[in-house]
């Protein structure tokens, strides 16, 4: 089949790299706009437009998908389908009734469960055990579309969302793939979505990732998880916003420090420190800072970020 792939950061790339080794022609690709990314907010292109190019594929940067040229020019390719991953925009009615076989859209979710911007942040912060990736048929709602196919995948203990996702986008590439094998040998049909079991994942804001240390342990190290890479979870010391990166949950046992005293209370955000750690006090039992990223510095481990911030037992993180 000819595809026109639309897709824009970097785990949408390894769908595009996989369409390209396909069977089908992968004859443009659509991606948003240059934009300032990264510390230095530096005009950069999308990770998808970058790889396009190096593959030698044309690439468009429309400022919105309702630019009414851009109806005209992907006529004129005349693509039989249109996959998507992580577009980043919604495609309106003109456009999806362009292709005979529409648009087909790689969702990491196992649909109807976290539609929306960010399902595997969502996955993480609520504690599922196995998530996964759908293909289905893009419609113009959120989301709503009629499944093709569906891959899935267990949720470890330590998870991040970046390393969630990037393990996602390969098996989903995989799934994009044997979905648009199965569309064009007419082997395959959509099967329309459950009405229960629906919930929704919007974009995680900057709030969101403002850790909650009156939260059960479980919670505090779900949300850190969470929003690792984007947005960073975060805290405050003496009203200066501090990273946090990781946190190690607690055991039984207690954690490899001989000065730790597991008999002692400690209060939601309330900080303990010894020679080798440093403990931080939850809504149930406290938590171990394993990682932090202090305001304009790089991750480093908490231990040594103690040491040099002269920090304290007794001092209280998160205002």
Known sequence: MRLVFAGTPDPACRSLERLVASRHSVVAVITRPDARRGRGRALSSSPVADLATDLGIPVMRPTTLREPSLVDDLAALEPDCCPVVAYGGLVPPGLLALPRHGWVNLHFSLLPSWRGAAPVQHAILHGDDVTGAS??????????????????ESIGPDDASGDLLNRLAVAGAELLVRTLDGIEDGSLSPVEQSADGVSLAPKLTVDDARVRWFEPALAVDRRIRACSPEPGAWTERAGERLGV????LVTPAGPA????????????????VTKRAVFVGTGSVPVQLEQVQPAGKNVMAAADWARGARLVDGETLGG
Do not use: H, I
């Open 135 to 152: 293909t289905f048929r893009l419609t113009e709602g959120l989301d709503t579309g009629p499944v093709y196919g569906t891959v899935t």
């Open 245 to 248: 990166r990781q946190v190690r």
């Open 257 to 272: 420090d001989p000065l730790w005293n597991t008999s002692e209370p400690l209060a939601a955000g309330t900080v303990r």
